[in-house]
């Protein structure tokens, strides 16, 4: 009995041995496995549920967690407050009595036309009574820009400055100064003027094109007229249409918008939207007023030539024949009375513009431009853009819209006036 008894312990000894063995072997070779995967780094500073993400490694920020504040130290000289007004206007007494009351009743104008005050000095005239001056209060706006070269100019956007008589620039170290339009690109909504100052810091221009989504963004501007705020985000999109966002739209505008999250504010119009690196790939250009944490900019690459056309020339010519067209289509050419199902239909031929020189009518449809084929007119813009003002093109015409009566004449394009464009689509 004594000897059963030593032996069943014997061989319950060993077998806690050997299972004990097997799970030290196991626990090393699981604790092997663990240290070998990129992703686990025990960290005995802090609590496991705040360890950073596998997406958010140091050398993913350089080794550096404060890198959007070192990129705004060195942005910040190069943005700008923009502060933008109009003088007082002041109308004649005439004009203005004239105006207050016409619509009125007749009887109970009767003895208010006119001068407002005359009733009272027919009746009381060693009274004087100093002319009145009405005066239309100023209307002031606020908005931001970027300094792009060390002679002083400031990209901006064309909405920002439209109708003002006084634009003021503020730098980031306080000083102050008066600055002049030196051009507007209405088409692109892009401004630039220019400040008399030494020692400027110039924004590095990017490559908007290299864009990826999902990249850091950051935003820099003055919302609501405040100082220069800081917003920092993702890229969202890199290619939303404007017609999406219900803005006109032709060829020659902005095709592709950069969207997003980082917070574009009223007064942030016209300020730089940086990547990593702190280079310009976007002008702040639009928030979506219904709607949180959306904002667009005008991609750098879209707009780099017409800063450079404004700085040399003061102005952006774009070529243009001087009519206003509307695309052709299956559903409309029997509204339009015309036989072609496709191409330009003339509404309207400005006199004396290049069309008008060249004879094309009100009501032709234009097919071709030098035999490329125009079938909308974003065909007949885009075609027309490949040229400068002064060039000939020939362009073939369906007169009065018919197949019967085709007929080619020679353009020479003339300048379009942006005028009749409003800033930012």
Do not use: C
């Not at 995967?37 to 958010?56: F, I, K, T």
């Not at 959007?68 to 007082?88: I, Q, Y």
């Not at 952006?316 to 239909?345: C, F």
């Amino acid at each position: 009995m004594f000897n059963l008894n030593e032996k069943f312990w014997k061989v319950l000894s060993l077998a806690l041995i050997i299972i004990l063995a097997g799970l030290v072997i196991y626990l090393g070779h699981t604790t092997a496995e663990l240290r070998a995967r990129s992703d686990y780094e025990p960290n005995y500073s802090q609590p496991a549920a705040y360890r950073s993400s596998p997406l958010m490694q140091e050398e993913d920020v350089g080794g550096n967690i404060y890198w959007v504040a070192d990129l705004v130290e060195k942005a910040l000289p190069f943005v700008v407050n923009v502060k933008t007004s109009t003088k007082p206007k002041s109308d004649s007494a005439e004009d203005a009595g004239s105006g207050m009351y016409k619509e009125l009743p007749q009887d109970e104008r009767s003895w208010r036309e006119g001068d407002p005050f005359d009733w009272f000095r027919e009746r009381f005239p060693w009274v004087e009574i100093p002319e009145p001056e009405f005066r239309q209060p100023p209307i002031q706006g606020v908005a931001s820009g970027f300094i792009v070269s060390e002679k002083g100019h400031i990209v901006t956007n064309a909405h920002v400055v439209q109708g003002m008589d006084v634009i003021t620039i503020t730098l980031s170290d306080g000083r102050e100064f008066d600055a002049e339009l030196v051009g507007t690109d209405n088409l692109k909504d892009i401004a630039v003027l220019k400040i008399d100052a030494k020692g400027l810091s110039v924004a590095p221009l990017g490559d908007s094109d290299a864009l990826r989504i999902g990249e850091p963004a950051v935003a820099i501007g003055s919302p609501f007229g405040l100082e220069a705020t800081v917003t920092q985000g993702i890229i969202s999109t890199t290619a939303r249409d404007p017609r999406e966002l219900r803005m006109e739209m032709d060829a020659r505008r902005v095709k592709k918008l950069i969207q997003t999250d980082a917070s574009i504010n009223q007064g942030n119009s016209g300020g730089p939207l940086l990547n990593a690196r702190g280079e310009v790939i976007g002008v702040n250009q639009a928030i979506l007023p219904y709607a949180r944490g959306i904002g667009f900019a005008i991609p750098i690459n879209e707009v780099k030539n017409t800063i450079e056309q404004i700085i040399k020339e003061g102005k952006v010519s774009y070529p243009g024949m001087g009519i206003t067209v509307q695309d052709v289509t299956e559903e409309n050419h029997e509204a339009l009375r015309i036989e072609v199902t496709r191409g330009a239909y003339v509404v309207q031929v400005n006199v004396g513009s290049a069309a008008d020189r060249a004879h094309i009518e009100a009501g032709d449809v234009i097919l071709k431009i030098n035999d490329v084929e125009v079938r909308t007119t974003d065909d007949l813009i885009s075609e027309i853009q490949r040229h400068k003002v002064g060039e000939k093109v020939t362009v073939l015409v369906a007169r009065g819209g018919s197949k019967d009566k085709l007929k080619k004449v020679v353009v020479v394009l003339g300048e379009l006036d942006q005028s009749e464009f409003r800033p930012g689509g």
